[in-house]
T-cell receptor, first 111, second 113 residues
Framework: GEDVEQSLFLSVREGDSSVINCTYTDSSSTYLYWYKQEPGAGLQLLTYIFSNMDMKQDQRLTVLLNKKDKHLSLRIADTQTGDSAIYFCAVWYSSASKIIFGSGTRLSIRP | DAGITQSPRYKITETGRQVTLMCHQTWSHSYMFWYRQDLGHGLRLIYYSAAADITDKGEVPDGYVVSRSKTENFPLTLESATRSQTSVYFC????????????FGPGTRLTVL
């Protein structure tokens, strides 16, 4: 079946890089997304990657896609306190014509 | 106000009551979605709509009813609320759920006693 998995928590020191990982099951996935949810708010799209790409960089954000292992990661360089949020991986499953969200990774920043 | 809004933002109700959560978007997006967010489950799709008068079930539709008589509105009704429906509900809209982002509302926190 369709599934998207993430670890629930990540804690990093301010200024370090954060790497949030995601695995998915359906190899027919075409678009893969990272959303950010700040406290008390809805989700906002951070970035997305098309399945024919291995990497996408956007300022402090780097998305890596390993299609063979069905693994997606989001790297945040120079993590700041404002990056504290829940980060959701989401995958468009072509076979089911729908987006499946992971359970979200709560990123905490240590001073 | 431009954007996507949800009302109410907070709701407490009792088991067995009918509750309707409202969602309104001003962009004329074709697609609209209802999700529930629960700890450990992330976001789960309840229902979605590709256009006015077209709705379809998501992962967890049982106990919910939707309608889409107008493009801009997508109300979600809990016909007979149960405690397991205590959750945060998010509405979202999109022009194209594949290539465009989904724009999320601020959420409705529903507590069923």
């Amino acid at each position: 079946g369709e599934d998207v998995e993430q670890s629930l928590f990540l804690s990093v020191r301010e200024g370090d890089s954060s790497v949030i990982n995601c695995t998915y099951t359906d190899s027919s996935s075409t678009y893969l997304y990272w959303y950010k949810q700040e406290p008390g708010a809805g989700l906002q799209l951070l970035t997305y990657i098309f399945s024919n790409m291995d990497m996408k960089q956007d300022q402090r954000l780097t998305v890596l896609l390993n299609k063979k292992d069905k693994h997606l990661s989001l790297r945040i360089a120079d993590t700041q306190t404002g990056d504290s949020a829940i980060y959701f991986c989401a995958v468009w499953y072509s076979s089911a014509s729908k987006i499946i969200f992971g359970s979200g990774t709560r990123l905490s920043i240590r001073p | 106000d431009a954007g996507i809004t949800q009302s109410p933002r907070y709701k407490i109700t009792e088991t067995g009551r009918q509750v309707t959560l409202m969602c309104h978007q001003t962009w004329s997006h074709s697609y609209m979605f209802w999700y529930r967010q629960d700890l450990g489950h992330g976001l789960r799709l309840i229902y979605y709509s590709a256009a006015a008068d077209i709705t379809d079930k998501g992962e967890v539709p049982d106990g919910y009813v939707v309608s889409r008589s107008k493009t801009e509105n997508f109300p979600l009704t809990l016909e007979s609320a149960t405690r397991s429906q205590t959750s945060v509900y998010f509405c979202a809209s999109s022009d194209n759920p594949v290539t465009d982002t989904q724009y999320f509302g601020p959420g409705t926190r529903l507590t069923v006693l």
